[in-house]
């Protein structure tokens, strides 16, 4: 399986639940009822998710720094 970055921050896929002999019908019931998980997440802490991600994002972690030798 292929591995790329999640933004749950996993590198690696879930290949110990993702079964690769699903049918089509069982996996696209699997992505529909994980939709519907996120929609129901969203409308019930949509306030909360939006102030932890700007928390998230303003740490200062990967804001640029400045430094005496420019990039140009």
Known sequence: MKSH????????GLSFIIDGTWT?????????LLD?????IWLTY???IQTLLE????TGDDAPTMTDDPPF
């Open 5 to 12: 970055q999640q933004s749950s921050g996993l590198k690696h």
């Open 24 to 32: 089509p019908e069982q996996a696209l019931a699997v992505y529909e």
């Open 36 to 40: 519907d998980l996120r929609e129901g």
């Open 46 to 48: 949509a306030h909360q």
């Open 55 to 58: 928390q998230q994002r303003s």
